[in-house]
């Protein structure tokens, strides 16, 4: 047949060879291509596996783990915070927080979920972005204290289908007294912040955590604070929960008792309710504070939320300052309840004696410049101890010019002026107490003649704390030893008082011209108490000088001060007053007068208690300290 | 031999007896009579079993035919039965639409999910008729559930009985809030009411519009337990939608809250027996719109009152009465407050 074809055969014979080996070779190409797709997709298979099992096998473990078992934290309660009684001033309540498990989060629900539990979408979001650094699986506490509507919002939206990132969590959430009762000193928790963390005190925290910010709550936070619990459940694969896995249960915190007396606190509160000021009451036999207020205030509730956004820009932007503890806070001018002090310095210095008497006319010129009495008639003749009595202005500026401001500092200083008092509350200020080195050193200028005569009054540069004055007065009544105030009662270490050397007859030469201040015809008579018991001195100070005011066109009103010490004999309780704004001390004394008459009336309680157990009528209590006629006989 | 003896007997006997009949024939009767009696009785038998058997024949096909007829006519009935149902729950579904003033729209159950304690419905409305994930299932009667995924055509329903669900409630008698969750029985948990709160058997808890998924008023469930529990009231409610059986729902595509039905203190009568007031004229109605993204539904207030207090708040609160008492302002002059003094009682309250 090849034969027969011949050559046009052949060609055939050749061609179809050639077609076949073509087929051959694509045929062989498509096995090879096979091949290595197979190997291709077997290589890709096992760099997979290796990466899963092997590279990142921990990784990949605890994510797998993490989406079987979630855990919820149970945040421990903070102690309470109890009065000298042991009555509860701070408390816990069950409440209900709802968190945000990151894990689950879904960024197009958070606007919702905002809406639902009436949150700032933005500020919700800020949030958020401060916990991006934290581990996943770490919740984001959205809101607490939830309210019953809340609670129904969380609850009815939390399924798998709509908000699977939401959890409700039972908590203690604090609760403090309302009316911002004694706000200042108890202070309030809240989420730490970024500045926070880096702070020492801080170390052991975490972001998100609940800290004390300001008061006691900050001052305390390590003892008040608890140990968080948590609860491990396993979940299935819609985030349902199947089994509780393990239980930690919170340890609450240790609560602390204050020495504050809670009658004296409420007498306090209630006194400077709608004015602008302080009251701090302490015992001066030992420094325990008694009572210790500031107004205005806030709510410490609405503080103490997570999403306290809109109260503190209100608070924080009140003109009237309402963060400010004013009791440790308020740097003013003291004025005439300085005078003490003058005196005390005076009489130790010895150019002046209880007889030296200087003349008063309403004023009096030095070093070209006529000083003013707040009497314009003038006090006539005037004593040391009718000075004191009747704030006799130009007594104390002849007493000034003649001892000098660097004697007035060495005893101002040793009464606690111009540094902090040691109280244990945050952020006290230390005050100004002036000296020619103070000047100097603080103005790069001398000190004048003058600039002695003003500080003489309380004015000038000096400054002072309510609670420096409260102490100052404390240790000059217990004849010259100063002891911390302090707050928290009980074992907690107090630092040693001070002690000065002072001659007690002056000390008693200056406690009765105070309380003639109250009880002998002085300037605060409409204070004085039945039983002769309340003594204290008055102060009216000047914001800023006459020439100031004129020539700014304006008209301040001066701040009220009272220092007070009762009873007459052995001093139990100190209370200093500042009204700003309050024009006249006498006014000031009114408010003091009310906590005093709380603290006797208290103390007759507790006597007649105590007698009526042990059936006697009336015991009374003979309490350390100095009195004013015959504890210095007893100890001379 | 035998025969001729017995031949010789018989004839004897005969004799004997004067009878004018023939030997034989007497033998031949004899002998015949019981045979012919015995066919007789089987012929006879035999004609009458057949005339029976055909005649119970004819009976059974008439049965069989009547029988079918009864089958065709309890259809009939059954499903004339199911169309005045039907009828009458259109009705009153109509007319619960005429005076609701939520917009809503009518679906039909179309089948359930699989697994016995599937609390899963599916409805014959979806996407393309306007309804969304998250929106309000009710019918007159109660609420039913809500929408947790919106297909074109079709929507799944979480009913209020699944152990995922929860909605806000409300009593009309006490005006306690609180939150019913389902339980996967055929009742649900009314959680969150303190222990000191008073809920009674009979009580009906509606909807408080607190979820932002059910508007304001809807009856949820009637009280069936409640008794103190270890943190809050163990309350448990039976809900009112599932009384009538659950065909048609209706599925709210814009709520509005409405006003609850009042308690007769006099009667101690429950709400259920009044109709929800007309949208005309209700003082707090306002348009909730439908889950999950709800813009204006405000939100509900406690009805609890003051919350917790410390002995500071009741100290203070003892002073400013003490004030009172004495006319003393502190802190502003005037009178010296005497802390000491007796408290001076409260005159009793005046009896009518």
Redesign the interface.
């Known amino acids: 047949m090849f034969r027969a074809s011949g050559r046009a055969g052949r060609e055939e014979y050749q061609e179809r060879l050639s077609l076949q080996r073509d087929e051959g070779k694509f045929a062989q190409g498509k096995i090879g291509l096979l091949q290595y797709v197979t190997v291709g997709v077997f290589l890709f298979l096992v760099g997979g596996y290796w990466n899963l099992q092997i590279r990142n096998e921990d990784v990949y473990s605890l994510k797998a783990e993490r989406n079987r078992i979630k855990s919820f934290p149970i945040p421990a309660a903070r102690g309470k915070i109890l009065?000298r009684d042991g009555?509860?001033?701070?408390?816990n309540?069950?409440s209900?927080s709802v968190l945000l498990s990151r894990e689950n989060l879904q960024e197009e629900h958070l606007?919702?979920i905002a809406?639902?539990l009436?949150l700032d979408y933005e500020e919700l979001v800020a949030r958020l972005n401060r916990f991006r650094k934290r581990p996943k699986y770490q919740a984001l506490i959205l809101k607490q204290e939830l309210?019953?509507?809340?609670?129904?919002?969380v609850?009815?939206?939390?399924?798998?289908?709509?908000?699977p990132e939401l959890e409700l969590i039972?908590t203690e959430r604090r609760?403090?007294?309302?009316?911002g009762?004694?706000a200042h000193m108890l202070g309030y928790v809240g989420e730490i912040s970024e500045s926070e963390l880096n702070q020492p005190e801080f170390v052991k925290n975490q972001p998100g955590d609940l800290v004390g910010k300001t008061g006691l709550e900050r001052q305390y936070n390590d003892i008040l604070t608890g140990e968080d619990g948590q609860r491990q459940v396993l979940v299935n694969n819609k985030g349902?929960e199947r089994r509780v896995l393990g239980f930690k249960a919170a340890v609450p915190g240790e609560s602390i008792q204050l020495t504050i007396d809670?009658?004296l606190?409420?007498?306090a509160?209630?006194?400077?309710?709608g004015?602008r000021g302080a009251v701090v009451a302490l015992d001066p036999r030992n420094g325990e504070v008694l009572a210790l207020t500031s107004r205005p205030s806030y709510d410490l509730?609405k503080l103490a939320s997570r999403d306290r956004g809109a109260e503190w820009r209100e608070i924080t932007t009140n003109p009237e300052k309402p963060l400010l503890n004013r009791a440790i806070q308020a740097q003013l001018a003291p004025g005439s309840t300085f005078k003490p002090f003058v005196a005390l310095s005076a009489l130790e210095s010895g150019e002046v004696d209880e007889n030296t008497s200087f003349g008063c006319g309403g004023g009096f010129n030095f070093f070209g410049r006529y000083f003013h009495c707040h009497k314009k008639s003038g006090h006539g003749g005037t004593s040391l101890k009718k000075a004191l009595a009747q704030s006799c202005d130009v007594y104390f500026y002849q007493v000034g010019n003649r001892i000098g401001i660097d004697q007035i500092a060495k005893w101002a200083e040793i009464a606690g002026f111009g540094k902090k008092t040691g109280i244990d509350l945050p952020a006290e200020a230390s005050g100004t107490l002036p000296s020619t080195k103070w000047k100097i050193r603080a103005l790069r200028e001398r000190w004048y003649g003058g600039d002695t005569i003003s500080v003489s009054i309380g004015q000038g540069y000096l400054t002072a704390t309510p609670i420096q004055l409260a102490h100052g007065m404390g240790g000059l009544v217990m004849g010259g030893v100063w002891h911390t105030p302090h707050l928290r009662k009980g074992d907690a270490p107090q630092k040693a008082a001070r002690k000065a050397e002072i001659d007690l007859t002056h000390v008693r030469t200056i406690m009765d011209g105070v309380c003639d201040v109250v009880n002998g015809g002085g300037t605060a008579g409409?204070?004085r108490?039945?039983n002769g018991e309340f003594c204290g001195k008055t102060g009216t100070a000047q914001i800023a000088s006459n020439e100031y005011q004129k020539a700014k066109g304006i008209r301040l009103k001066d701040n009220a001060w009272f220092v007070a010490f009762a009873p007459r004999v052995n001093p139990e309780i100190v209370v200093s007053v500042l009204w700003e704004e309050g024009e006249h001390g006498p006014?000031a004394a009114?408010?003091a007068?009310?906590v005093v008459?709380?603290y006797l009336?208290?103390r007759?309680?507790k006597q007649y208690s105590q007698g009526a157990g042990e059936g006697v009528q009336v015991k009374l209590e003979q309490p350390a300290g100095l009195s004013s006629g015959e504890r210095t006989a007893e100890n001379d | 031999m035998i025969v001729l003896l017995a031949q010789l007997v018989l004839l004897a006997v005969q004799v004997k007896n004067n009878q004018d009949v023939r030997l034989i024939r007497v033998w031949a009767v004899t002998a015949i009579t019981p045979l012919a009696r015995v066919l007789e009785g089987v012929r006879a038998n035999t004609i009458g079993l057949a005339g029976e058997y055909w005649e119970l024949w004819n009976v059974r096909s008439v049965n069989k035919q009547l029988q079918a007829e009864l089958d065709k006519t309890k259809l009939e009935n059954h499903y004339l039965r199911e169309e005045l149902a039907t009828a009458k729950r259109a009705e009153a579904m109509a007319a619960f639409v005429q005076r609701n003033p939520s917009k809503t729209i009518g679906a039909r159950i179309i089948g359930a999910g699989a697994g016995a304690s599937s609390k899963v419905v599916f409805i014959d409305r979806g996407s393309t008729s306007g309804v969304m994930?998250?929106m309000a299932v009710i019918t007159p009667d109660g609420i039913v559930g809500k929408v947790?995924?919106a297909y074109p055509t079709g929507s799944m329903v979480?009913m209020i009985t699944d152990p995922?669900?929860?909605?806000?409630?409300i009593s009309n008698k006490t005006r306690i809030?609180?939150?019913a969750?389902g339980q996967g029985n055929n009742q649900l948990l009314v959680?969150?009411i303190q222990n000191e709160q008073t809920v009674e058997v009979g009580e009906v808890f509606y909807t408080?519009g607190?979820?932002?998924?059910f508007p304001k008023g809807l009856p949820v469930g009637t009280v069936r337990v409640a008794k103190p529990g270890k943190?809050f009231k163990e309350v448990y409610i039976a809900p009112t939608a599932f009384d009538k059986g659950l065909e048609e729902v209706l599925v709210v595509l814009e709520g509005v809250h409405q006003q609850l039905p009042e308690w007769n203190l006099q009667t101690g009568e429950g709400p259920m027996a009044k109709p929800l007031p007309p949208p005309e004229g209700s003082g707090d109605a306002v348009p909730v719109p439908a889950?999950?993204?709800?813009?204006t539904a405000p939100?509900?207030?406690?009805s609890?009152g003051v919350?917790?207090?410390?002995?500071?708040?009741r100290?203070?609160n003892r002073?400013?009465e003490l004030?009172a008492e004495q006319g003393v302002t502190?802190?502003?002059?005037g009178k010296?407050?005497?802390?000491?003094a007796p408290k001076t009682p409260k005159p009793a309250p005046e009896k009518n």
Do not use: W
Not at chain 1, 147 to 153: D, G, H, M, R, S
């Open positions: 009065d009555r509860v001033i701070v408390d309540h069950s209900f606007a919702p809406e639902g009436n309210t019953p509507a809340e609670i129904a919002f609850e009815s939206h939390r399924d798998p289908d709509t908000f039972h609760v403090y007294p309302g009316n009762f004694a349902e809670l009658d606190q409420t007498v509160e209630l006194a400077m309710e004015k509730s409409r204070s108490l039945p006014d009114l408010i007068r009310d008459k709380a009336d208290k007759a309680r | 994930r998250g947790t995924s979480v995922t669900f929860a909605c806000g409630v809030h609180a939150t969750k959680d969150y408080s607190d979820d932002r998924i943190l889950s999950p993204t709800p813009a939100a509900s207030t406690s609890e919350g917790p207090t410390t002995d500071a708040d100290l203070l002073y400013k004030g502190f802190g502003a002059g010296i407050p005497n802390f000491n």
